[in-house]
């Protein structure tokens, strides 16, 4: 079950792209709800060259990614994306992948992580010590995110 990350690249965003879009769609969300997120789900080569993507790797292959950016609304850092292989969920991949981004969130400075999260992984981010402080709206009208705060997990890790 060993991960090995590495720093993503320009040249992956069409690869992280298709992991970010395979793992939102495995909940089942309507075709028209995938459309309205196309653009939020795009990773573009500027958004790697400028923020902090790193990808995961289990043997040969890439099987998820997080992306670290500021969050000026909430002064801290925000977790902007992270997602794992449908299949590999389950498997502790997710929580591996969760230490790597909180020891480099730390690692950069990071004082406070924010995770607006969606609702399918709320169950996750608390796992992993997040506190709920709020919800902001969806594009999708009517849906609210929870949003989660961390700060205990980066100020203790080893």
């Known amino acids: 079950m060993a991960l090995q990350f590495f720093p993503a690249q ?19 969300y309507p075709e028209e709800w995938m459309r309205i997120w196309a653009e939020e789900l795009e990773i573009r080569p500027e958004f790697i060259e400028k923020e902090m993507v790193v990808k995961a790797e289990a043997g040969a292959e890439i099987i998820g990614f997080y992306a670290l950016q500021p969050h000026a609304e909430y002064d801290a850092t925000d977790l902007a994306h992270f997602w794992l292989l449908p299949e590999n969920i389950g498997k502790g991949y997710g929580r591996l992948m969760f230490e790597h981004m909180l020891r480099k969130a730390r690692q950069a400075g990071a004082e406070r992580l924010i995770v ?4 399918y992984a709320s169950g996750f981010y608390e796992k992993m010590g997040g506190r709920k402080v709020g919800e902001r709206q969806s594009s999708i009208a009517g849906r609210k995110l929870p949003v989660y705060t961390f700060t205990a997990g980066l100020r203790n890790l080893p």
């Not at 992280?16 to 089942?28: P, V, Y």
């Open 10 to 28: 320009p040249t992956d965003a069409a690869m992280l792209t298709a992991i970010a879009r395979r793992s939102k769609q495995h909940w089942g």
């Open 116 to 119: 607006e999260s969606d609702p």
